[in-house]
Structure formats: C-alpha cells, structure tokens
C-alpha cells in the first residue's frame, strides 16, 4: 500500500519502509507469473476463504504459519491475532494481492524506499542470490532504493531478526 501510495501521490509521502510488501506477489517467487495465472489462483484463494468457518480458517493459519515463524511464543501470539480476521475478508485481501501489479508504477516512487526482505528460506549462496535478485527485480525501477535482507528470518522479520531489522529502519531513517 506504502509504494501505491509512493507512486500515485509522491508529494504525501516521505520515506518508505516496506516490510516484505513486494510491488507483485506472484512475481516473487514465479519471476514468469501472468496476471491470468495469478489472478486465477487468487481468485481461488478469495473464494475457498470466503465459504471457509472459523475453525477450518484458524486451522489454515495454524499450517501456514508453521513455515512463516521460527519462535514457538510469536508462533502463538501471531496466531491468536491471525485467529481474530473474517476469512472472507482474508480472501479478499489475497485475491488484491495476487490480481495487483504495482511493478509499472514504480518508476514513478520519487520517495525513498527500504525493502526489507525475508531470506531464511534461501539457505545456499545461489538460493540467497536468486532471492536477493527476486527482490531487486521487484523494485529495481524505484529510482531512490535500498534492499536488505535478512538470512535468519522467515515471514516475520521484525520477530525473527529484531536487531537486524530495527538497525536497518534506524539507519534508513
């Protein structure tokens, strides 16, 4: 939402953090993902959410999560929150996610940006270089930007490597 913004009204922005909010979620992990292809795939997601009770929701949330946490205590904390959404409303959102390509308005992002990058799933030199390089394609057409990422954390970086993410939003700022 941070680089929409940036994009489409750079005046009411300053400085921009972006906590692993990429301009295209498909486009992170399938560098060759069409809008068809995600937009479908989103379309599912928003659909299944949208039948799915609360329990059935916060089971999901509880497999999803176990790839996303590494601290058992923020594993709970999270899900007690996460448990707390309207799955429809969750659909909703992913479905935006999935059917958004940000990436042709990046050029236009005046402010400058910190993307901070999750990297624990990449665990050899050539992994983190293909993540990192995923990243980078994501905003390479920001004209003011700065990538980090950070090797311990998965999903929740400001859990997973705290120090690493208040020293890199400390510095920027």
């Known amino acids: 939402m941070a680089l ?7 005046k009411s922005v300053g400085k ?18 069409t809008m068809a292809s995600a937009t479908k795939s989103g379309a599912f997601l928003r659909d299944s959410m949208a039948t799915m009770d609360q329990a059935a929701f916060v089971n999901g949330m509880k497999q999803s ?4 946490v590494t601290s058992p205590s923020d594993f709970d904390r ?5 448990a707390k959404s309207d799955p429809k409303s969750v659909g909703e959102a992913m479905y935006e996610l999935y059917s958004t390509d940000l990436r042709p308005l990046m050029s236009q992002v ?3 940006v910190l993307m901070l990058a999750e990297g624990a799933f990449f665990i050899t030199p ?3 270089k293909t993540g990192l390089a995923n990243y980078e394609a994501q905003i390479h057409a920001i004209p003011n930007h700065t990538l980090r990422m ?9 859990f997973d490597d705290p120090e690493f993410f208040f020293k890199q939003i400390d510095s920027f700022l």
């Open 4 to 10: 929409w913004i940036a994009a489409t009204s750079p």
């Open 150 to 158: 950070s090797f311990k954390a998965r999903h929740f970086i400001m």
């Open 126 to 128: 050539a992994t983190q």
């Open 16 to 33: 921009v953090v972006s906590v692993d909010g990429v301009p295209w979620l498909p486009a992170l992990t399938n560098p060759s993902a």
């Open 78 to 82: 999270i899900l007690a929150t996460s």
């Open 110 to 112: 005046q402010a400058p």
């Open 65 to 68: 999560l176990q790839y996303m």
